[in-house]
Nanobody, 124 residues
Framework: QLQLVESGGGLVQPGGSLRLSCAVS????????IGWFRQAPGKEREGVSC????????NYADSVKGRFTISRDNAKNTVYLQMNSLRPEDTAVYYC?????????????????WGQGTQVTVSS
């Protein structure tokens, strides 16, 4: 079974940090691009960041540039999203997605595999 499981979400105060993990099982993550997405209540899903299979290329949404960092450890079959300087507007359910086609995990259209999501709440 191909499975992605997100973890690391929680409640954090504005200005705080969290590190999300996307653990992949059932396939070697090194062959797949991975993307992080988020969806806040009443809003459409938006792409946050994506990283190529070899880790060389990483893209970020303008709203998170300079605050979030995506990385991957293919030996551990895990992709991370380090989130610093968190803001209330970062509150959302965060999902990871995987696909062999890098563009799909950056724009979210047609990505083959998705996790169930982890809640991030930024509030004082």
């Amino acid at each position: 079974q191909l499975q992605l499981v997100e973890s690391g979400g929680g409640l954090v105060q504005p200005g705080g940090s969290l590190r999300l993990s996307c653990a992949v099982s059932g396939f070697a993550v090194g062959s797949y691009g991975i993307g992080w997405f988020r969806q806040a209540p009443g809003k459409e899903r938006e792409g946050v960041s994506c990283i190529s299979s070899n880790g060389i290329t990483a893209n970020y949404a303008d709203s998170v540039k300079g605050r979030f960092t995506i990385s991957r450890d293919n030996a551990k079959n895990t992709v991370y999203l380090q989130m610093n300087s968190l803001r209330p507007e970062d509150t959302a359910v965060y999902y990871c997605a995987a696909d062999r086609v890098f563009g799909r995990v950056c724009n979210g259209r047609g990505a083959n595999y998705w996790g169930q999501g982890t809640q991030v709440t930024v509030s004082s």
